[in-house]
């Protein structure tokens, strides 16, 4: 059930504009057994879920995949090691069986082991204490493929981790979690179920539902682009819109079965020079934990705070007052603190927390919760991202009862995504093919670890062109025939699709990609078509939302750092207010 565009030399499940025409065609056109809101991880793996049990399938997101929470997490695709403090060990236990499963067969290209340091600072208690918590950790999820904890004296947790004050600790212990890139991973599982036949469009937004009596039937959707309307019918509705979850909820006239709390979370982004560690941290904060985690080889990312938000959902502003708590708690176990002008990038995300009305209609389950909302309306919300696997087959299991026919079990398990088959063979096989498309062999190693086996599509599109295989000026790290990719395969439709969440230019860079726009949108532009007008107005929008969202963090507050980040203006043409419509 691939999407046919094998045919143009790729591997199927592109997202290009020509499968974004087509998808817009069958939209309007076709029946669907589940029609799926939100591009989320939560949704992308819905649409996956019922596309490999055989069912039809429509993904519509209002702006980009994985532009909301499912691309400002803590890039770890992780079990929780503090839910067992809270005695949640169902919730461990999943996560880390789906953590191996995806380490092991899923997505081993993404998903990367990652050893972390947690240094002990109380004597006598802290080592056994902890020591038995990762006993739990570490065989609560079945087999592993990492190692399993190591205790250390100060002085060779030290040796591991230089960059620590001697006196913030008096031993250490290792473990093992993982490593993702967030966004990719989303962008990732979403083209896997297009591969498996699920339309997937984004610039789509949901402005109403149509209902037959009391049953939802199906959804009115306006593209974000160039305003046209259509109606999409299916037997089952699934709101998979996180924070979004409310909104989207009141454009059905439904009541909820249960209410979602978005919660801020800040990260910052700092160059791996300034902390001398081997490994990641784990630093313990009076309220929570503190991560330190290496990110591309070149940078930390730290974080995360938790403060209630209740501004605008779509782009969460940090502040002065979030990037100065981290840099207090992390400052309070460095040698050499970190300062404001250490920080490359900074950014903010919203945590889709549940706040139930009624157990009695909601099913609360491993911290997320499904609901049948209405015949033929299903609603999605909380979890973790490592679970979104978990998730999604929950809210197509709900489904179910909405579709005539028989509804085949998941089997998710057992389907790998798009880059995962080859790419062990391939990181044995790097030299050869850095030879073979004359690149250095990092770099073969690089792409492998963002495409997997798809590599050679994206080396193909330089055939013929070798300055694509150059360098994005101001943003090395990257190839310039990754932006080509990005708009040609993985949906990209805007500079900041590419520039924050196909790459992650936007927080690598102490520019976040303001300098090297302009190239970037001259590499993407006969592809999506733009004229000189509309590369221009690319460059000024992205550049725009840069300045606000750096001024955003000099502001002391949410309120005035929420002012200054709306008022850029979007890539997409404005976005709707949602106004019910009927069919």
Same mark, same amino acid.
């Given at each position: 059930?691939?999407?046919?565009?094998?045919?143009?030399?790729?591997?199927?499940?592109?997202?290009?504009?020509?499968?974004?025409?087509?998808?817009?065609?069958?939209?309007?056109?076709?029946?669907?057994?589940?029609?799926?809101?939100?591009?989320?991880?939560?949704?992308?793996?819905?649409?996956?879920?019922?596309?490999?049990?055989?069912?039809?399938?429509?993904?519509?997101?209002?702006?980009?995949? %994985?532009?909301?929470?499912?691309?400002?997490?803590?890039?770890?695709?992780?079990?929780?090691?503090?839910?067992?403090?809270?005695?949640?060990?169902? &919730?461990?236990?999943?996560?880390?069986?789906?953590?191996?499963?995806?380490?092991?067969?899923?997505?081993?290209?993404?998903?990367?082991?990652?050893?972390?340091?947690?240094?002990?600072?109380?004597?006598?208690?802290?080592?056994?204490?902890?020591?038995?918590?990762?006993?739990?950790?570490?065989?609560?999820?079945?087999?592993?493929?990492?190692?399993?904890?190591?205790?250390?004296?100060?002085?060779?947790? &030290?040796?591991?981790?230089?960059? &620590?004050?001697?006196?913030?600790?008096?031993?250490?212990?290792?473990?093992?979690?993982?490593?993702?890139?967030?966004? !990719?991973?989303?962008?990732?599982?979403?083209?896997?179920?297009?591969?498996?036949?699920?339309?997937?469009?984004?610039?789509?937004?949901?402005?109403?539902?149509?209902?037959?009596?009391?049953?939802?039937?199906?959804?009115?959707?306006? *593209?974000?682009?160039?305003?046209?309307?259509?109606?999409?019918?299916?037997?089952?509705?699934?709101?998979?819109?996180?924070?979004?979850?409310?909104?989207?909820?009141? /454009?059905? !006239?439904?009541?909820?079965?249960?209410?979602? !709390?978005?919660?801020?979370?800040?990260?910052?982004?700092?160059?791996?020079?300034?902390?001398?560690?081997?490994? %990641? /941290?784990?630093?313990?904060?009076?309220?929570?934990?503190?991560? +330190?985690?290496?990110?591309?080889?070149?940078?930390?990312?730290?974080?995360?705070?938790?403060?209630?938000?209740?501004?605008?959902?779509?782009?969460? %502003?940090?502040?002065?007052?979030?990037?100065?708590?981290?840099?207090?708690?992390?400052?309070?176990?460095?040698?050499?603190?970190?300062?404001?002008?250490?920080?490359?990038?900074?950014?903010?995300?919203?945590?889709?927390?549940?706040?139930?009305?009624?157990?009695?209609?909601?099913?609360?389950?491993?911290?997320?919760?499904?609901?049948?909302?209405?015949?033929?309306?299903?609603?999605?919300?909380?979890?973790?991202?490592?679970?979104?696997?978990?998730?999604?087959?929950?809210?197509?299991?709900?489904?179910?009862?909405?579709?005539?026919?028989?509804?085949?079990?998941?089997?998710?398990?057992? +389907?790998?995504?798009?880059?995962?088959?080859?790419?062990?063979?391939?990181?044995?096989?790097?030299?050869?093919?850095?030879?073979?498309?004359?690149?250095?062999?990092?770099?073969?190693?690089?792409?492998?670890? @963002?495409?997997?086996? /798809?590599?050679?599509?994206?080396?193909?599109?330089?055939?013929?062109?070798?300055?694509?295989?150059?360098?994005?000026?101001?943003?090395?790290?990257?190839?310039?025939?990754?932006?080509?990719? =990005?708009?040609?395969?993985?949906?990209?439709?805007?500079?900041?699709?590419?520039?924050?969440?196909?790459?992650?230019?936007?927080?690598?860079?102490?520019?976040?990609? =303001?300098?090297?726009?302009?190239?970037?949108?001259?590499?993407?532009?006969?592809?999506?078509?733009?004229?000189? *007008?509309?590369?221009?107005?690319?460059?000024?929008?992205?550049? =725009?939302?840069?300045?606000?969202?750096? !001024?955003?963090?000099?502001?002391?507050?949410?309120? =005035?750092?929420?002012?200054?980040?709306?008022?850029?203006?979007?890539? @997409?043409?404005?976005?709707?207010?949602?106004?019910? &419509?009927?069919?």
């Amino acid at each position: 059930m691939a999407n046919g565009s094998q045919g143009q030399g790729l591997s199927g499940g592109e997202l290009g504009p020509a499968q974004r025409e087509a998808a817009w065609e069958r939209l309007g056109r076709d029946h669907f057994d589940v029609v799926v809101v939100g591009g989320g991880v939560v949704g992308a793996g819905i649409a996956l879920d019922a596309a490999t049990r055989g069912l039809e399938v429509a993904l519509v997101e209002a702006r980009d995949l %994985a532009s909301g929470t499912s691309s400002r997490s803590s890039k770890m695709f992780h079990g929780g090691l503090r839910y067992l403090e809270q005695l949640d060990f169902g &919730l461990v236990r999943e996560a880390l069986h789906e953590r191996e499963l995806s380490l092991k067969t899923l997505a081993p290209h993404l998903v990367k082991p990652l050893r972390f340091l947690y240094p002990l600072t109380h004597r006598v208690w802290e080592r056994p204490y902890v020591a038995s918590g990762l006993v739990l950790y570490d065989t609560m999820g079945g087999s592993k493929s990492v190692p399993g904890q190591h205790h250390l004296t100060r002085s060779a947790a &030290l040796r591991l981790a230089p960059g &620590l004050r001697r006196s913030a600790l008096i031993g250490g212990v290792t473990y093992y979690d993982t490593v993702v890139d967030d966004a !990719r991973h989303t962008m990732t599982v979403a083209r896997t179920a297009a591969h498996y036949g699920a339309v997937i469009r984004t610039s789509t937004q949901v402005v109403g539902f149509l209902r037959e009596a009391d049953r939802v039937v199906g959804v009115n959707v306006r *593209d974000s682009e160039d305003g046209r309307t259509t109606q999409v019918r299916g037997h089952v509705v699934i709101n998979a819109t996180g924070v979004w979850t409310d909104e989207v909820q009141a /454009l059905a !006239r439904q009541r909820g079965r249960f209410h979602v !709390r978005a919660s801020k979370g800040v990260h910052i982004v700092v160059p791996r020079d300034r902390i001398a560690s081997d490994t %990641a /941290l784990i630093l313990r904060t009076p309220t929570s934990v503190l991560f +330190v985690v290496p990110w591309g080889g070149s940078h930390w990312v730290i974080g995360t705070t938790d403060t209630d938000w209740n501004l605008d959902l779509a782009h969460p %502003a940090a502040t002065k007052a979030d990037i100065d708590y981290l840099l207090e708690r992390v400052n309070q176990a460095l040698v050499t603190p970190l300062t404001h002008d250490d920080i490359q990038g900074v950014y903010a995300g919203l945590r889709p927390l549940l706040a139930g009305e009624s157990d009695e209609t909601s099913k609360l389950s491993r911290e997320h919760a499904v609901a049948r909302i209405a015949p033929g309306l299903i609603a999605i919300a909380g979890g973790k991202y490592t679970t979104y696997r978990v998730m999604a087959y929950d809210a197509v299991d709900a489904a179910a009862q909405d579709i005539p026919q028989r509804v085949s079990p998941t089997i998710t398990e057992k +389907v790998p995504l798009l880059g995962a088959d080859g790419y062990f063979a391939l990181l044995n096989q790097a030299p050869q093919l850095a030879q073979t498309y004359g690149i250095h062999p990092y770099r073969v190693e690089h792409l492998l670890n @963002r495409y997997g086996s /798809l590599v050679t599509d994206v080396l193909d599109l330089a055939a013929g062109k070798p300055e694509l295989l150059q360098p994005i000026t101001d943003s090395p790290t990257y190839l310039r025939v990754e932006a080509v990719y =990005a708009a040609a395969a993985e949906g990209a439709l805007h500079l900041d699709d590419i520039l924050a969440r196909r790459t992650r230019i936007s927080i690598e860079y102490s520019h976040r990609g =303001a300098s090297c726009a302009e190239e970037v949108a001259r590499l993407v532009a006969p592809i999506l078509g733009w004229s000189e *007008d509309r590369i221009d107005h690319e460059v000024a929008t992205y550049k =725009a939302r840069v300045d606000a969202e750096i !001024r955003s963090q000099t502001q002391p507050d949410d309120v =005035a750092a929420d002012a200054l980040r709306a008022a850029a203006p979007e890539p @997409r043409p404005e976005i709707l207010e949602p106004v019910p &419509l009927d069919g």
